[in-house]
């Protein structure tokens, strides 16, 4: 709420990808596709380490909440 958040290139499309799907679970996989251009099943951890970042930045500022559902992926959800 007023107060700017300085994001990596990286952490910005994965917000913005998430703030256009806002209250949709995104799997990992999707994210992997859409944010990274990676099309296949990895084991890589770079999705919960990037939301890790978002989550530390937004919290502190309140500017909305990434959410995980154990099983399905990633949300978005704006403060009200």
């Given amino acids: 709420a007023g107060v700017p958040v300085q994001l990596s290139p990286t952490e910005f ?3 913005h990808h998430l703030m256009l799907n806002e209250g949709h679970v995104l ?8 944010v990274w251009g990676i099309d ?7 999705v ?3 939301v890790s970042y ?5 919290d502190r ?4 909440h990434i959410v995980t559902v ?3 992926g990633i949300k978005f959800e ?3």
């Avoid at 799997?27 to 859409?34: G, T, V």
């Avoid at 978002?54 to 937004?58: G, P, V």
């Avoid at 500022?61 to 909305?64: A, D, K, S, V």
């Fill in 13 to 15: 499309r994965l917000l």
């Fill in 48 to 50: 919960e380490t990037y």
């Fill in 78 to 80: 704006a403060c009200s």
């Fill in 54 to 58: 978002l989550r530390r930045k937004l």
């Fill in 27 to 34: 799997s990992k996989d999707h994210l992997l596709a859409s």
């Fill in 40 to 46: 296949f099943e990895t084991q890589s951890s770079v």
């Fill in 61 to 64: 500022e309140n500017h909305g």
């Fill in 70 to 72: 154990r099983g399905f």
